[in-house]
């Protein structure tokens, strides 16, 4: 299939790698040649399969906007929009085409985070929580968006609001850590990202799931069906 990828830092750069080893045909659109999504006319888009959008929280809503009123399917890992989450949610369902979104496709990640909504039941029972996210000192947003939504997941199973406390460092890939503290004991999850590849293949077996399809969906509810 076709992959126009928006973006290409760190993590564009090995999604780019992972969709040709998987034999796609990957055409790559620079931030700098896209001011205000301006490049992603219908012309443009026309026989593009699936877009993929690894940019920033300034672009991606212009980006989002213009591939789907073009009814192209979407694959977003970029974070920093998600308040306007009901709006594209309202977007892509009036324009009829598939879209998945994550904060990150990492499948390890999202099996940690299962086993993290598993333990919230601590905080119930005389823990105190905190979250710890580590990553390399170029990462722009902290908190993470993995950390962001440990913690929203948290909240909403026992509407309490566990801390996060941030690290940047050297060329740390991505760690995250929830930790549950009593008098009694002390409960430590963790997942420790060993490159950036993880999230690359997750990412593009969910642009590979979602060709044909339609509807909005977090990567959470994908990623057991790939």
């Not at 006319?41 to 789907?68: G, K």
Request: glycine share 8%.
């Amino acid at each position: 299939m076709i992959i126009l990828l928006l973006g290409c830092g760190k993590t564009g750069s090995i999604v780019a790698e992972v969709a040709r080893e998987r034999g796609h045909d990957v055409r790559v659109l620079r931030s700098g040649d896209n001011v205000n999504a301006s490049a992603l006319t219908a012309e443009f888009l026309n026989d593009v399969d699936v877009a993929m959008d690894f940019t920033t929280s300034q672009a991606v809503m212009l980006n989002i906007e213009a591939c789907v009123r073009m009814r192209r399917p979407m694959v977003v890992g970029t974070t920093g929009w998600y308040s306007e989450l009901p709006r594209v949610r309202a977007l892509v369902e009036s324009a009829g085409t598939g879209f998945v979104y994550a904060s990150n496709f990492s499948v390890g990640v999202n099996i940690f985070l299962e086993i993290a909504r598993t333990s919230a039941a601590a905080l119930k029972h005389g823990y105190f929580g905190q979250i710890f996210e580590r990553h390399h000192v170029h990462k722009k947003d902290a908190p993470s968006g993995t950390a962001l939504s440990m913690q929203d997941m948290l909240k909403k199973a026992t509407g309490e609001e566990v801390e996060i406390t941030s690290f940047r460092e050297g060329e740390v890939v991505g760690m995250h850590e929830l930790v549950f503290e009593s008098p009694n004991d002390d409960i430590y999850l963790c997942h420790d990202a060993k490159s950036r590849r993880g999230f690359a293949e997750g990412a593009v077996r969910a642009a590979e799931w979602i060709i044909g399809k339609t509807g909005f969906y977090d990567f959470r509810d994908v990623w057991q069906r790939l």
